[in-house]
Nanobody, 125 residues
Framework: VQLQASGGGLVQAGDSLRLSCTAS????????MGWFRQVPGKEREFVGA????????YYTDSVKGRFTISRDNAKNTVHLQMNSLKPEDTAVYYC???????????????????WGQGTQVTVSS
């Protein structure tokens, strides 16, 4: 399974960005997909996740109401819509797939088996 994240860039505070994560080599329609972010010197942080059917989503508190995860199973793609961006959202964003369906918490990076390469999001003040 290969995950390709895209859509990052440099924006100003208050702007929006839409990240995409496209998979190849395996259909993702039946699996939990997550988004994480990481800044240098810190651990990878859970941003949100979406269940296979797309009807159930989870978010870390700091992005609730601003970020929305969606998926297009027909295109094997997951999106992260980020609105009202803040400088503290600056990070490398990663998408991840949970194919093994463990009981590890959804917010734990160890739950996810496959990771994209990351896309940089920089928000200037």
């Amino acid at each position: 399974v290969q995950l390709q994240a895209s859509g990052g860039g440099l924006v100003q505070a208050g702007d929006s960005l839409r990240l995409s994560c496209t998979a190849s080599g395996h259909t993702l329609s039946g699996y939990l997909m997550g988004w994480f972010r990481q800044v240098p010197g810190k651990e990878r942080e859970f941003v949100g996740a979406i269940r296979s059917g797309g009807t159930r989503t989870y978010y870390t508190d700091s992005v609730k109401g601003r970020f929305t995860i969606s998926r297009d199973n027909a295109k094997n793609t997951v999106h992260l819509q980020m609105n009202s961006l803040k400088p503290e959202d600056t990070a490398v964003y990663y998408c991840a797939a949970d194919l093994s369906r463990t009981m590890t918490p959804i917010s734990s990076a160890t739950r996810y088996d496959y990771w994209g390469q990351g896309t940089q999001v920089t928000v200037s003040s």
